[in-house]
């Protein structure tokens, strides 16, 4: 009997995320209890006599007589819940938990381009390439690896300059709508994953509406983001559906936007419906008209146009009336069609900016990057905007 109990204090310590029913000495270990995934591990748990053993696993459930199971660890966290249960007794129940060694990405800093002279330019598009190693560029390297080998995504980033505020910040281009889970830029015809496109923008007289709004990264952001689609096709009030907007979870976690409002300069007021939420990267438009509200797709139901052809000014404000974020228009010209679709452009690469609309001097990269495990890793860049006439 004590050789029996003391087997079970040496399974207790071997296992560092050691938990159990409190009323009971039912237990689980799982061996190694540390490792980088995938590794395989044996779990044991309290052999009993009779009944059923349930092991909950991440990656499913399996129901069998005997005690021990053999898996892998293939996520971060990982953790294995134990049930054992005759039928007539109270289920017994423990879970256990593996230290998974595993380190996020290391990020250096992006390849730009078309330019590798470390400078936002105030009158071009700029990519931000992460997906890119080239050892080191001038003396510094560049682009993300993992410790450990493991494949990696960009999942945010967020560009904007120090001294202005939001609605004249520099502008990060969205995911492509259609496809919100991955972090791709359009550049020069093809599609670049773990790329965006970013450029100062102006986006019109600053309006007395708007408040100082912090420029502050912030993990539960929503931003519009362009193309903003105030001109429809033909008549606006005969095709209210193609005058829309969107907006973009730029934060890091999902966003319940139930009682969130958009407005227009005139009043007229959207209310996002009772549980509407946003998860990280994704995207809603919201159309003027009417339709079947889903996931990515809201109607405003007017019987008339909302926005201006010629200019206005949406506001987002959060449930409790703060002002989360603005868009002023006219601001750049975009093109809606074409291979740099949903960027605002020119035709020229160039915008006709005036010395006086030319964003600050200094803009803060931040970047969220995660490998295929879980592991996350945040880093952030200074990076200088050319002064006018650069170039
Ligand atoms: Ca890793
Ligand atoms: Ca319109």
């Not at 496809?179 to 791709?184: E, L, M, V, Y």
């Not at 990515?296 to 959060?318: G, K, P, Q």
Request: glycine content about 8%.
């Amino acid at each position: 009997m004590i050789a029996v109990l003391l087997a079970g204090i040496s399974a207790l310590t071997a296992c560092s995320f050691f938990s159990q029913s409190p009323l009971s000495s039912f237990w689980v270990k799982v061996s190694p209890d540390s490792g980088h995934p995938p590794f395989e591990v044996t779990i044991t748990a309290t052999a009993m006599v009779g009944g059923q053993y349930t092991f909950d696993l991440p990656s499913g459930t399996v129901e069998q007589e005997s005690n021990t199971l053999n898996a892998v660890v293939d996520r971060d966290p990982w953790e294995v819940r134990v049930l054992w249960s005759d039928g007539r007794d109270d289920p017994l129940e423990a879970t256990c938990s593996v230290n998974v060694l595993n380190r996020g990405p290391k990020i250096r800093r992006p390849r730009l381009a078309p330019y590798a002279d470390w400078y936002l330019h105030p009158r071009e598009r700029t990519l931000l390439d992460f997906n890119y190693y080239a050892g080191s560029m001038y003396g510094e390297a560049t682009g993300i690896d993992d410790p450990e080998g493991d494949a990696w995504r960009v999942v945010n980033v967020v560009v904007r300059c120090e001294e202005k505020s939001i609605d004249d910040s520099i502008f990060c281009p969205p995911y492509a709508p259609d496809d919100p889970t991955t972090f791709h830029a359009f550049w020069e015809g093809s599609i670049i994953e773990n790329a965006c496109v970013v450029y100062p923008t102006y986006t019109g007289e600053p309006s007395p509406l708007l408040p100082p709004t912090t420029t502050e990264f912030r993990s539960d952001r929503i931003e519009f983001v362009e193309p903003f689609h105030y001109d429809a096709a033909g008549d606006d009030h005969e095709n209210l559906n193609d005058e829309y907007f969107t907006l973009r979870n730029t934060g890091i976690t999902r966003v319940n936007m139930t009682a969130w409002l958009v407005s227009d300069k005139l009043g007229h007021v959207f209310e996002f419906p009772a549980g509407f939420s946003l998860s990280l990267g994704a995207c809603v438009t919201i159309h003027t008209g009417s339709g079947t509200n889903t996931a990515s797709e809201l109607y405003w139901e007017c019987e008339t146009s909302i926005w201006n052809n010629d200019s206005d000014t949406a506001i987002l404000r959060n449930s409790s009336g703060e002002v989360e974020h603005a868009y002023v228009y006219p601001g750049l010209p975009y093109s809606p069609s074409g291979k740099d679709s949903g960027y605002p452009f020119s035709g020229t690469g160039r915008h006709n900016l005036t010395p006086g609309d030319m964003p600050s001097q200094t803009a803060t990269i931040t970047v969220i990057v995660e490998d295929e495990w879980g592991a996350r890793a945040t880093e952030s860049f200074q990076i200088d905007v050319a002064p006018v006439g650069y170039k």
